[in-house]
T-cell receptor, first 116, second 115 residues
Framework: DGGITQSPKYLFRKEGQNVTLSCEQN?????MYWYRQDPGQGLRLIYY???????QKGDIAEGYSVSREKKESFPLTVTSAQKNPTAFYLC???????????????FGDGTRLSIL | KQEVTQIPAALSVPEGENLVLNCSFT??????LQWFRQDPGKGLTSLLL?????REQTSGRLNASLDKSSGRSTLYIAASQPGDSATYLC??????????????FGKGTLLTVNP
């Protein structure tokens, strides 16, 4: 079955620690995205990538970093510079294109990050 | 800056009732609008996608309409069931289309369907 796999499901971070959230997709999608969701809030875009070795900042990129070395993988690192990292993190992917190829984004099941 | 608002924030209905969820957006220059469903602790599942040139889309008991000029969309759920209980989010993609795939999300409507 094609889909998006996020791991781990739950993650705890200590003060001053960097942590990395994994996102893998086998949908052969070109574009991948990272969102942050806080309780009672909509999703906010952190970073997105449309092609391997290229990515762009979203609306709340400060304190986060990403890499896109493979089409299938788009890991997100939450650095110690992110002072309020507790949230639900969602990864998504989509194909690129217009008209009939305009497809919705597909989402993983998320990683819940908490501070110890 | 695009802003998306969903009303109501929460809705509780008895099973079998027809219901409408509302989504409004401030910039009518959109490329498309999507409705998603989110179960507790889970990711989002795409329900319907409406292109800016379309007026509505239907899937089973769901019907989404779009009035781009007034900046509004509605999601109509017919004959609601307890399994429909979830948070429903709408999101818009900028009208520039092209290489701009960034979505702006509303905060969602939490729907509870009581048996």
């Amino acid at each position: 079955d094609g889909g998006i796999t996020q791991s781990p499901k739950y993650l705890f971070r200590k003060e001053g620690q960097n942590v990395t959230l994994s996102c893998e997709q086998n949908l052969n999608h070109d574009a991948m995205y990272w969102y942050r969701q806080d309780p009672g809030q909509g999703l906010r875009l952190i970073y997105y990538s449309q092609i391997v070795n290229d990515f762009q900042k979203g609306d709340i990129a400060e304190g986060y970093s990403v890499s896109r070395e493979k089409k299938e993988s788009f890991p997100l690192t939450v650095t110690s510079a992110q002072k309020n990292p507790t949230a639900f993190y969602l990864c998504a992917s989509s194909i690129l294109g217009q008209g009939p190829h305009n497809q919705p984004q597909h989402f993983g099941d998320g990683t819940r990050l908490s501070i110890l | 800056k695009q802003e998306v608002t969903q009303i109501p924030a929460a809705l509780s209905v008895p099973e079998g009732e027809n219901l409408v969820l509302n989504c409004s957006f401030t910039d009518s220059a959109i490329y498309n609008l999507q409705w998603f469903r989110q179960d507790p602790g889970k990711g989002l599942t795409s329900l319907l996608l409406i292109q800016s040139s379309q007026r509505e889309q239907t899937s089973g008991r769901l019907n989404a309409s779009l009035d781009k000029s007034s900046g509004r969309s509605t999601l109509y759920i017919a004959a609601s069931q307890p399994g429909d209980s979830a948070t429903y989010l709408c999101a818009v993609r900028p009208g520039s289309g092209g290489s701009n795939y960034k979505l702006t999300f509303g905060k969602g409507t939490l729907l509870t369907v009581n048996p």
